[in-house]
């Protein structure tokens, strides 16, 4: 039997700029593949920017260009705003009218969310309507899917993402190509795969942005943005990633989130994790998501993180998931959005228990080992491997030693360094990586 026909879902799009304008085409030029599938038609009535270089040289149909936020705002016929601004000033005040106006908003703007989600969740609920944001992590991947709806019957245990596809293909380029993070980064740049100016994405904070909105959802908690500890790849070396490589590791920046008997560890930062780890192979610009449910257990999500098509994907499902009703109800029965969340517990990063790899420059001298094994034995710090090469004959005077640890309290692994940095026999600031396992599955 043939679907009843419904009212066109009336759309407009604020930000004609890359995912804007592959979020206009899915919408305009690809219509049949939405229509084929979905009974409710979507009708795309504004595209608003102030500069439409970029729309028309997509060949988007002009009439539905204009300057004004105000035009769609007041047109009774748009129910959807597209937020695809970024930034958290002028975006906050297009997303906070458009909810005002009763309007639902659709947005990719994950530091908008890591900063005020709560507070726009609150407002979008205030006004009857609600806030979708497939788009805001980890680009095409659907992640804010399964956390809401298909592994709801989970307590979330534990979360560890690649989820910044510039950071991830810099990595990349340096392990598979022996190149400096300063080399790697210029040729990402050269090939359009890194901004020009790449200090979001390569200090860790993207992913921090990122991993407070899944956090959040994951624990239903409340996340506090300024309390997630960060680390970027940007001060990484290439004789750390190599002497990783031979214990058998590859580094990755993770965005961890993790279940605590007291609390809940968030943190991003350049990790090893075995070369057996399921996110070990996850290279190039590619994003995953690793999420640990205590009835699913391990569940991987994979896919391009970034890019105009890939983003633009998210954003549409998103919009059709309001014109069937299911973002709506989503927003409006569940439990896990942060303005109805207590506050996560978030513990400070001395209380994570991890392994960890250091890389000492000590002087080829007798005693030295016996020094830097004191120092961690008094921290209960435990030693699992030592590796330290021969000087060349030509005596070098100092000589790195590297250490992997046990799992141990990182407030002591940081006293401990101290110490030994402090020592006249170490000549140079002592280098820390934390090395992640795989998580244990409760299965
Ligand atoms: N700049 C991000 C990345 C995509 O490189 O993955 C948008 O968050």
Not at 71 to 100: C, H, M, N, S, Y
Not at 184 to 204: C, F, I, K, Y
Request: overall charge negative.
């Amino acid at each position: 039997m043939a679907a009843k026909k419904h009212k066109p879902l009336g759309i407009a799009i604020v930000g004609c700029g890359t995912v804007g304008g592959a979020t206009a085409a899915l919408l305009t030029t690809d219509r049949n593949i939405i229509e084929s599938k979905v009974t409710v038609p979507m009708e795309l009535r504004y595209i608003v920017d102030v500069d439409f270089s970029h729309a028309r040289e997509m060949g988007l149909d002009e009439s539905l260009f204009t300057d004004s936020i105000d035009a769609p705002i007041g047109d009774a016929d748009v129910q959807v705003i597209v937020e695809l601004v970024g930034g958290v000033t002028f975006a906050k005040d297009v997303v906070e009218k458009a909810l005002r106006a009763g309007k639902h908003v659709v947005t990719a703007n994950k530091a908008l969310l890591a900063y005020h989600g709560a507070e726009l969740y609150a407002l979008a609920r205030e006004n009857g309507v609600c806030i979708a944001f497939e788009a805001s992590c980890a680009g095409g991947i659907p992640i804010i899917r399964p956390m809401n709806e298909g592994l709801a019957a989970n307590r979330i245990d534990a979360m560890f993402g690649i989820v910044n596809g510039t950071c991830n293909f810099i990595l990349t380029e340096m392990i598979s190509k022996n190149k400096s993070y300063a080399d790697s980064l210029a040729d990402a740049q050269r090939d359009g795969l890194a901004e020009a100016d790449p200090t979001l994405d390569v200090s860790g904070g993207d992913s921090a942005h990122k991993l407070a909105i899944m956090a959040s959802l994951a624990f239903g908690k409340k996340i506090d943005f300024e309390k997630i500890p960060l680390a970027g790849i940007d001060t990484l070396e290439l004789c750390d990633i190599g002497y990783g490589e031979t214990l058998g590791y590859v580094i990755k920046l993770l965005a961890i989130a993790e279940r605590q008997d007291d609390g809940v560890s968030l943190r991003v930062r350049p990790a090893f994790i075995s070369k057996e780890h399921p996110l070990a192979w996850v290279s190039g610009p590619f994003n995953a998501v690793s999420v640990y449910g205590h009835a699913t257990g391990h569940t991987m999500y994979y896919g391009r993180g970034a890019g105009a098509k890939p983003t633009a994907s998210a954003v549409v499902a998103d919009i059709i998931s309001i014109g069937i009703g299911t973002a709506q109800r989503s927003f409006e029965l569940l439990n896990i959005w942060a303005d109805r969340c207590e506050p996560a517990n978030q513990l400070a990063i001395d209380e994570v228990q991890s392994r960890y790899y250091m890389r000492i420059t000590c002087a080829d001298e007798p005693g030295v080992l016996a020094q830097i094994a004191a120092i961690l034995g008094k921290h209960n710090i435990s030693i699992t491997s030592l590796l330290q090469h021969e000087s060349p004959q030509s005596a070098a005077t100092t000589v790195p030693v590297i250490i992997t640890t046990d799992k141990a309290r990182e407030g002591n692994v940081r006293k401990a360094l101290a110490e030994i940095d402090a020592l006249d026999v170490i000549k140079a600031e002592s280098v820390c990586i934390g090395i992640v396992e795989e998580y244990p599955e409760e299965l």
